[in-house]
């Protein structure tokens, strides 16, 4: 039986409350004070500042500001995947796929989600995840799946690397980093330990959740948990609209050959090889944007996938006026994505502007003094996880909270490794439910999936992700303490 639709609010919506209570919360505690030293600027006044009606309106204009390269990277890729559409190639290779895989589409779902938690919990990957949510839902739909089972791929699957980070330097590098200044030593060896236990026990649980519920919907269309409007919604935007089978040309290999590698180039070039004291990639492959693979970031990837768009198009001999107004429907279509991302910004610029983040996390400081180990660790996991609501940025978070949680935990005399692991759990697990997690929320809105509809998918999964985590994180302590 198909779900019927049900009111419920539209991600922007629910991003716009999520601002306007944290400013009414800033207003509530003005004047709260807090030390000093934990500002970064000087002349700044170590005190809550209550948001102004002006501080709400700005945030999201700030937001963009904050992530102006995300945002056109975003748009850049609408227009480069549009134009791959107009070639008929993806049509044509989904069917091939499907076909090939007739009857074992299942085994797509764990090969993806271990490579994308590889992928996280190396590097990070998170933002770099966005292309590929309109890249695999149509595979996924074709296949007889939905698009929770697309978003669950993705965003369990990168998202359960990132919280069991272990070389990742986007987290627990510069919360090692961030210790290392203020001459607090920390061991590698027992981060990557703790990140590899975190990570394959996420992986595994998240691998059984979304096959599971793959499982389901195969065998019934009227498993799924979508609602009506986004059934809909997702047969006018994933289903093929051929209702004939499609030969997969030579030109058409040619084009996904082309599609493919820049997916891959994108992958190498944003991997910190310099970090990991690798150089093989150092000077020649400056060539396009006068950046190493390894230093690459979003500005770097818009023009790569501006310059392949273009490439595909002379290839399939694409007129340069159709090529032009397939770009601009695709970068339009991905207009609401980039201002999902932008108000998700905008809660964490707020925070930082009135300092709502620096007093709760001086306040939990003293909270945790007198705890026991364990109960230190289930008390700062609770912390955490409210912290990474508050700043979603993990390099961002780290620098901002571990020479202070860091330092308290050195100063009870427990490993300072198993902070850094608690925050890069705590952040893996609080960017798959919150709606201040610009890539969630993106996310879901290039699926078509209302918020109130993962929430729903994620009840029992992140409680059981959650539960692993303390498992993993007790047992650490007690073992290096």
Not at 130 to 157: E, H, K, N, Q
Not at 231 to 256: A, C, G, I, P, Y
Not at 391 to 405: K, Q
Not at 406 to 416: E, F
Request: net charge negative.
């Amino acid at each position: 039986m198909s779900k019927t639709t049900k009111f419920s609010l539209s991600s922007f919506s629910i991003l716009f409350i999520v601002l306007v209570i944290l400013a009414i919360i800033t207003n509530f505690i003005a004047g709260a004070t807090f030390s000093p030293e934990l500002l970064s600027e000087d002349g700044d006044v170590a005190h809550v500042i209550g948001a102004s009606l002006s501080t709400v309106i700005m945030a999201p204009f700030l937001g963009f500001k904050d992530a102006m390269e995300i945002c056109i990277f975003i748009l850049m890729l609408g227009g480069f995947l549009s134009i791959v559409n107009k070639t008929g190639a993806l049509e044509a290779g989904i069917q091939h796929v499907v076909r090939k895989l007739h009857g074992n589409e299942l085994i797509i779902i764990p090969i993806l989600m271990v490579l994308f938690s590889i992928g996280g919990t190396t590097f990070g990957m998170s933002e770099e995840t966005l292309p590929f949510y309109a890249l695999l839902t149509s595979v996924m739909v074709v296949a007889g799946f939905d698009t929770i089972v697309s978003v669950g791929i993705v965003l369990l699957g990168s998202g359960s690397g990132v919280l069991g980070s272990t070389v990742n330097p986007f987290a627990t590098g510069v919360a090692m980093d961030a210790l290392t200044a203020i001459d607090i030593k920390t061991n590698a060896g027992i981060v990557i330990g703790i990140g590899v236990a975190l990570w394959l026990t996420t992986t595994a649980a998240s691998i059984l959740f979304v096959m599971r519920y793959a499982k389901k919907v195969k065998a019934s269309k009227g498993s799924t948990i979508l609602s009506l409007q986004e059934q809909n919604l997702m047969k006018e935007h994933f289903s093929t609209t051929s209702e004939n089978t499609l030969d997969f040309t030579k030109k058409h290999k040619m084009v996904l050959t082309i599609f493919s590698a820049a997916f891959v180039i994108m992958i190498v070039s944003l991997i910190p090889w310099q970090k990991f004291g690798i150089h093989i990639f150092d000077g020649w492959t400056s060539y396009l944007t006068g950046q190493n693979f390894g230093d690459w970031y979003f500005g770097d990837l818009s023009m790569w996938f501006l310059f392949t768009g273009l490439a595909i198009a002379a290839i399939f001999r694409i007129t340069e006026k159709d090529t032009i107004a397939a770009f601009v429907a695709g970068a339009n279509d991905m207009l609401s994505v980039v201002l999902i991302i932008v108000l998700a910004r905008g809660t964490s610029v707020l925070m930082s502007a009135t300092h709502l983040d620096l007093y709760i996390l001086e306040q939990s400081t003293l909270l945790l003094e007198d705890f026991s180990p364990i109960l230190f660790v289930l008390g700062s996991y609770v912390i955490y996880l409210f912290l990474a609501f508050l700043i979603p940025s993990s390099s961002g978070l780290a620098y901002i909270t571990m020479p202070i949680m860091g330092a308290l935990t050195h100063n009870m005399g427990l490993p300072p490794e198993i902070m850094i692991m608690i925050f890069a759990a705590t952040h893996g697990v609080i960017n798959m439910v919150s709606p201040t997690s610009g890539i969630l929320m993106g996310g879901l809105q290039m699926n078509h999936v209302e918020y109130t509809t993962w929430l729903r998918f994620m009840k029992l999964p992140i409680v059981v992700v959650i539960g692993l985590n303390l498992i993993v994180l007790i047992t650490s302590v007690l073992i290096f303490q």
